[in-house]
């Protein structure tokens, strides 16, 4: 389920996007002050850092993925091909990979696990709205795709590919512009670290 498409005029989407904002602020505010308790150079902190790049990349080129099926049809059709064949909501899947690879680059697994307990209780409510739309919208066709795909956790022996093209190039283009932001995470949280070891900015809590 993209929400390019319908960012301009759906509320929901606006007030999502909004949400979304103001929680990476406050995250930022917090993160701040505090700093990973083994350090930032040493062995795990490496192999921290360069999963959590790795999960990000996978984030991001999964959101864009996504997006080259269902950007632009999100109300009009149910698409059950491409990602959207082996889970029935393979966006968030993808930004939850990304948001958690964010929280692996920190170098701490307590951010890493806050924010994937945060994104979890928040999208449960979002697709569970999105779910009780499509009901009403497409009775018969969504209820066989929900019998069929999972909600959430990706099932590849369901994958089907598409016979022809199906997102709509502006949308796919737009999810390339947002899901890039992801990638502004990496050189905040290396200003923060900077700024630490400088001393310019007090660490007032470790975490693991």
């Known amino acids: 389920m993209s929400e390019t498409a319908t960012q301009q005029r759906d509320p929901r989407v606006k007030t ?18 505090v700093a990973p308790v083994w350090g930032r150079n040493g062995a795990v902190a490496q192999i921290l850092h360069w999963t959590g790049y790795l999960a990000l990349i996978v984030g991001v080129m999964g959101r864009v ?20 064949s082996m889970t029935r909501n393979p966006l968030y899947v993808f930004s939850f990979v990304g948001l958690s690879g964010i929280g692996l680059a920190t170098g701490m697994m307590t951010v890493t696990a806050l924010l994937g307990l945060a994104f979890a209780l928040y999208y449960r409510g979002v697709v569970a709205g999105e ?13 066989d795709y929900m019998t069929r795909v999972p909600r959430w956790v990706p099932r590849p022996s369901l994958y089907r590919e598409a016979s022809e093209p199906m997102g709509l190039p502006r949308n796919v283009l737009i999810t390339i512009r947002e899901s890039s932001v992801f990638f ?7 200003l923060v670290g900077w700024l630490q070891d400088s001393g310019i900015l007090p660490i007032l ?4």
């Open 16 to 33: 999502r996007i909004r949400n979304t904002r103001v929680a990476a602020a406050v995250v930022l505010l917090a993160l701040l002050f």
């Open 184 to 190: 502004l995470a990496l050189p905040l949280l290396a």
């Open 65 to 84: 993925w996504c997006a080259a099926y269902i950007g632009g049809r999100k109300s009009q059709l149910i698409i059950d091909v491409g990602p959207y």
């Open 205 to 208: 809590l470790r975490l693991p």
């Open 131 to 143: 779910e009780t739309f499509l009901k009403g919208r497409h009775p018969t066709e969504f209820a």
